[in-house]
């Protein structure tokens, strides 16, 4: 089993920035695939970026591109989002989730969610 505890959520203005953190135990995901997801009240759940460790290629929603950026953190079985020039849509709960394929993320089955972080952007 996989547990994903995601921190640095919050509240920011528009054209600010915020760092999702995932921090993953239980197993170590140096084979696995991670990614991460938002859900903004009322709309159905997207996935914002995805990435399979040790493959350069990272899949980014296009809506956060330029502006969104996954890498493994500096702790071992961590992953952060940096987000940067936020907008109030980016506004959701986003979920670190992690399988062991890609393609089980991009179409929205991973095996292991987080609880999710909340952000908010402000007008």
């Known amino acids: 089993q996989v547990q994903l505890v995601e921190t640095g959520g919050g509240l920011v203005q528009a054209g600010g920035s915020l760092r999702l953190s995932c921090a993953a135990s239980g197993r170590t995901l140096g084979n696995y695939a991670m990614g991460w997801f938002r859900q903004a009240s009322g709309k159905e759940r997207e996935l914002v970026a995805a990435?399979?460790?040790?493959?350069?290629?990272?899949y980014y929603l296009d809506s956060v591109k330029g502006r969104f950026t996954m890498s493994n953190g500096n702790a071992k079985n961590t992953a952060n989002l940096q987000m940067n020039s936020l907008k109030p849509e980016d506004t959701a709960v986003y979920y670190c989730v992690a399988d062991t394929r890609l393609d089980h993320i991009k179409a929205g089955i991973p095996d292991y969610w987080g609880q999710g972080t909340q952000v908010t952007v402000s007008s």
């Open positions: 990435i399979r460790w040790g493959n350069s290629s990272i």
